[in-house]
T-cell receptor
């Protein structure tokens, strides 16, 4: 079964601290993996896109890693800011086929950054 | 901002009513996907339209229907509303329906509350 699991479910950190969010997947065949940031009541915004051959990709203070062998990804946030408070969703895209079941969404990690 | 717009932003309906949600895709994008996101959950794929034709459908009943217009904007119609239809409805546009590498750009969503 194609699934994406994220941990932790929620996280509270102090402003300026670093944190790492985890994503494990059982999606096959694999095309690419994306991390999205979703502010409350808003649509998700893409942070990173990683293909099978990429191990790490950065976007400012966000760094994503991918281990295609163990089917694990992480999103590391450096020097957190209050504006980082949001839900972070891991999405795995299946290769080929039609539109149905193309994007497999995790349930997200809710991050709260406190002053 | 992704260039994808949705209207209305919020909507309150009662059980049994019908609702139409609208989405304008990003300029140049020919594919629109609709998602339902319940509170605290990841988005669930409803269906996708590619060049005015339905290009895949998730596990949603027939009372969820859609349209795509020649300018690639789209509508989501839900008949006989049920309480469980209360959710954030997301529209995402992309270029090339079903393509694994196509990045989907999400709109801000429409928050529907069914009483």
């Amino acid at each position: 079964k194609n699934q994406v699991e994220q941990s932790p479910q929620s996280l509270i950190i102090l402003e300026g601290k670093n944190c790492t969010l985890q994503c494990n997947y059982t999606v096959s065949p694999f095309s690419n993996l994306r991390w999205y940031k979703q502010d409350t009541g808003r649509g998700p915004v893409s942070l990173t896109i990683m293909t099978f051959s990429e191990n790490t990709k950065s976007n400012g203070r966000y760094t994503a890693t991918l281990d295609a062998d163990t089917k694990q990804s992480s999103l590391h946030i450096t020097a957190s800011q209050l504006s980082d408070s949001a839900s972070y969703i891991c999405v795995v895209i299946r290769l080929g086929g039609g539109a149905t079941n193309k994007l497999i969404f995790g349930t997200g990690t809710l991050l709260a950054v406190q002053p | 901002e992704t260039g994808v717009t949705q209207s209305p932003t919020h909507l309150i309906k009662t059980r049994g009513q019908q609702v139409t949600l609208r989405c304008s895709s990003q300029s140049g994008h020919n594919t629109v996907s609709w998602y339902q996101q319940a509170l605290g959950q990841g988005p669930q794929f409803i269906f996708q339209y590619y060049r005015e034709e339905e290009n895949g459908r998730g596990n949603f009943p027939p009372r969820f229907s859609g349209l795509q217009f020649p300018n690639y904007s789209s509508e989501l119609n839900v008949n006989a509303l049920e309480l469980d239809d209360s959710a954030l409805y997301l529209c995402a546009s992309s270029l090339s329906g079903g393509a694994s590498q196509a990045t989907q750009y999400f709109g801000p969503g429409t928050r529907l509350l069914v009483l």
